[in-house]
């Protein structure tokens, strides 16, 4: 496992419901700022694909 891969897993463990719906299937982790070097907990947060799908596409929109 890569670092990223067992960062994502332990981070899930410990939230394992999406953040924005708390959706409990199809889960990811999804970093805050857009920037996949931040993998500290607080750019972190645990989402569903559909809403990780939407937060994506807003920062892409907002220019993140």
């Known amino acids: 496992d890569s670092q990223w891969a067992k960062l994502s897993r332990i981070y899930r463990q410990r939230n394992p419901a999406c953040e924005l719906c708390e959706a409990t299937e199809g889960l990811t982790v999804h970093h805050i700022n857009g920037?996949?070097?931040g993998n500290g907990y607080d750019n972190?947060?645990?989402l569903c694909l559909g809403c990780h799908g939407r937060e994506t596409a807003r920062?892409?929109?907002e220019g993140y």
Do not use: F
């Open 59 to 61: 920062i892409q929109r």
């Open 35 to 37: 920037r996949e070097a």
């Open 44 to 46: 972190l947060m645990t």
